[in-house]
């Protein structure tokens, strides 16, 4: 029987983004001698492939773990240390090697992909990745199942996100982050902000707009503003308007960048004034290098997402990856994460640990969004294999030649 989707407005959300694994934040590669259709082509393959053996874990005598991830993605001080990653060492012993590896899933992936294939040791014994690559990697056998009795902490991860489609029952993957798609503008020089996405083909912005190299972010965002609700029915038509505007976009040159997340060296030296961006980044901006940037969903509706651990099938370390991920859900810890990052923690209890940290947070609608944030707040609609690769094509050929 299927369960009905929970009544509070985050979660369903949440879930819905959850149970369609196609959907990313970040999934185009802007590669040199990458075709549009070969990458989309490489992007919906289903083919069956010969699943490699799991290393042998070496994690009771070794003890390091390494983590690649995203940029502006853990708590980090003015010295470059990160606080709860220091702590996790001094409680276990085990020595942690966190890496901002991560710029987008696709680039990530083209990167380890054949060591992957060959169950060698890519570098990392976890890694943060987005839904749709994440259900990559296990159907591939990528990943090592999770040890629960090493992750007890789980019991408290959102209870409806613990059976999702692309991995039912949590056997390989755990959410790290979620959170939004917007805009974002220098607030110095553009003091009046903005409000929807066609105000960033103002002509006095000419030149300093950026936007994400993620297809279902960008997209998504400019199609809302053309009217299209993204989580419902649409098709060629309308991915086609959208397209024919990022397209002019493109080429009067009112966009400067196409990029991962990378996007936020532009906004910090100038190159571009406005962006689609990604929710906590801006905040994280903002305490590194001033308050200079603001953030908002478009008037017409933003973006949903969701990332997730995994533990690669070549890592030695797998028992210290998975103490690692134990240590991410407590909420105390998860508060101390999103009170820095700034994005939406998937562990139940972090609000009221934020309570005790920050109250001003616990009413963050970054962190801890009301109904009517969500409401304008959607995830792009599972697509075909047929559309997938048309879609991303499309938006290859505009990245590529930008």
């Known amino acids: 029987m299927t369960k009905p989707l929970p009544e509070d407005p985050f979660i369903r959300s949440l879930v819905i983004q959850?149970?369609?694994?196609?959907?990313?934040?970040?999934?185009?590669?802007k590669g040199a001698g990458v075709g549009a259709s070969a990458l989309a082509l490489a992007a919906c393959s289903t083919g069956a492939v010969e699943k490699p053996k799991a290393a042998k874990d070496?994690?009771?005598?070794?003890?390091?773990?390494?983590?690649?991830?995203?940029?502006?993605?853990?708590?980090?001080?003015?010295?470059?240390?990160?606080?709860?990653?220091?702590?996790?060492?001094?409680?276990?012993?085990?020595?942690a090697t966190y890496t901002e590896a991560v710029d987008d899933n696709n680039t990530y992936y083209g990167k380890v992909k054949d060591q992957l294939?060959?169950?060698?040791?890519?570098?990392?014994?976890?890694?943060?990745?987005?839904?749709?690559?994440?259900?990559?990697?296990?159907?591939?056998?990528?990943?090592?199942?999770?040890?629960?009795?090493?992750?007890?902490?789980?019991?408290?991860?959102?209870?409806?996100?613990?059976?999702?489609?692309?991995?039912?029952?949590?056997?390989?993957?755990?959410?790290?982050?979620?959170?939004?798609?917007?805009?974002?503008w220098n607030k110095d020089q553009l003091p009046g902000g903005l409000t929807s996405v066609s105000d960033l083909w103002d002509p006095s912005l000419k030149g300093r707009v950026g936007v994400l190299s993620e297809m279902r972010d960008t997209m998504g965002c400019i199609m809302q503003d053309l009217g299209t609700q993204i989580d419902g029915?649409?098709?060629?038509?309308?991915?086609?308007?959208?397209?024919?505007?990022?397209?002019?976009?493109?080429?009067?040159?009112?966009?400067?960048?196409?990029?991962?997340?990378?996007?936020?060296?532009?906004?910090?030296?100038?190159?571009?004034?406005?962006?689609?961006?990604?929710?906590?980044?801006?905040?994280?901006?903002?305490?590194?290098?001033?308050?200079?940037?603001?953030?908002?969903?478009?008037?017409?509706?933003?973006?949903?997402?969701?990332?997730?651990?995994?533990?690669?099938?070549?890592?030695?370390?797998k028992k210290n990856a998975e103490m690692l991920i134990n240590y991410y859900y407590d909420p105390e810890v998860a508060a101390q994460v999103a009170a820095y990052v700034n994005y939406i923690p998937p562990v139940a209890g972090t609000k009221d640990a934020m309570m005790a940290l920050d109250p001003d947070l616990a009413n963050d609608q970054l962190i801890f969004p009301s109904d009517a944030t969500l409401a304008n707040a959607h995830v792009f609609r599972s697509l075909s294999s047929a559309e997938d690769q048309k879609y991303n094509s499309q938006f290859q050929a505009i990245l590529l030649g930008a």
């Open 58 to 95: 070496k994690s009771d005598t070794d003890k390091i773990v390494r983590w690649d991830n995203w940029a502006l993605y853990l708590d980090v001080d003015d010295d470059g240390h990160y606080p709860t990653l220091e702590a996790f060492e001094k409680q276990t012993g085990i020595k």
């Open 117 to 184: 294939k060959l169950g060698q040791d890519i570098g990392c014994d976890t890694v943060c990745l987005t839904d749709w690559m994440v259900d990559r990697w296990i159907r591939f056998g990528y990943t090592q199942e999770l040890d629960d009795a090493m992750i007890p902490n789980k019991k408290n991860l959102v209870p409806e996100l613990a059976n999702v489609s692309f991995d039912p029952g949590r056997k390989y993957s755990l959410p790290w982050q979620g959170g939004f798609a917007g805009i974002a």
């Open 18 to 29: 959850a149970q369609r694994a196609q959907f990313s934040r970040r999934n185009m590669l």
């Open 233 to 317: 029915k649409w098709g060629d038509s309308e991915f086609s308007a959208a397209i024919d505007v990022l397209q002019t976009q493109v080429s009067n040159g009112q966009i400067r960048n196409i990029k991962g997340n990378s996007y936020k060296e532009d906004l910090q030296n100038g190159d571009t004034l406005a962006a689609i961006v990604w929710s906590g980044d801006i905040t994280q901006l903002n305490f590194e290098a001033g308050d200079h940037w603001a953030f908002s969903l478009p008037s017409k509706g933003g973006t949903l997402w969701n990332d997730n651990f995994l533990i690669p099938i070549g890592s030695e370390h």
